[in-house]
């Protein structure tokens, strides 16, 4: 079980806007550990698509924001396009564990 | 263009050792703390060890502390993974991952990651 809770998927139609939420705890995201976000599509790397909380690195489009508040956090994409379809995972640092945690993922499906 | 390229995967027995190798090219090796995130087949992304730019207190998953060597060849531009006294919940493919941050290690990401490579812990 991950130390963070991210929904197994969400879906939506082309154009639409989906949210991703994190949800974790006092010993990461509610300490005040930075959130970041990645997307990973079939059989490729992850790749960097938030850092910061809401920072998009340069090339990410800005259709894709993040954001985080208390012990969560939520990744929101505007103007869903096919290529989308993937899995995000978001990952923070853990007090308790003394490292770096993931969320399962959650799978994005375009409609 | 940053660039890490992945090797040294295979099948091993439980038990066995392997070494990957991750070479890095594209930016100032240096500069950057390195990392290995690996990927259960299936399954979900998970931390494994990190190191800093000089090659100074590696940190490591408590899931692999005390098997695994983290390790970095400056010069070489090389980061290494040693794994011992492997198990089969160690299959996975890994992954080096440069470390995205300044200030504390507890605020980085993963900005650039290898293509990974598959590691099979079967008897």
């Known amino acids: 079980q991950s130390v963070l809770t991210q929904p197994p998927s969400v879906s939506g139609a082309p154009g639409q806007r989906v949210t991703i939420s994190c949800t974790g705890s006092s010993s990461n995201i509610g300490a005040g550990y930075d959130v970041h976000w990645y997307q990973q599509h079939p059989g490729a790397a992850p790749k960097l698509l938030i850092y910061g909380n809401s920072n998009r690195p340069s090339g990410v489009p800005d259709r894709f924001s993040g954001s985080k508040s208390g012990t969560s956090a939520s990744l929101a994409i505007t103007g869903l396009q096919a290529e989308d379809e993937a899995d995000y995972y978001c990952?923070?640092?853990?007090?308790?564990?003394?490292?770096?945690?993931f969320g399962a993922g959650t799978k994005v499906t375009v409609l | 263009e940053v660039q890490l390229l992945d090797s040294g995967g295979g099948l091993v027995q439980p038990g066995g050792s392997l070494r990957l190798s991750c070479a890095a090219s594209?930016?100032?090796?240096?500069?950057?703390?390195m990392s290995w995130v690996r990927q259960a087949p299936g399954k979900g992304l998970e931390w494994v060890s990190g190191?800093?730019?000089?090659?100074?207190?590696?940190w490591y998953a408590d899931s692999v502390k005390g098997r695994f060597t983290v390790s970095r060849d400056n010069s070489k531009k090389m980061v290494y993974l040693q794994m011992n006294s492997l198990r089969v919940e160690d299959t996975a493919v890994y992954y080096c991952a440069r470390f995205r941050g300044s200030g504390s290690y507890k605020a980085y990401s993963f900005d650039s990651w290898g293509q990974g490579t598959l590691v099979t812990v079967s008897s």
């Open positions: 190191i800093f730019g000089g090659g100074d207190s590696p």
């Open positions: 990952q923070s640092y853990d007090s308790s564990l003394n490292g770096y945690v």
């Open positions: 594209g930016f100032t090796f240096t500069n950057n703390a």
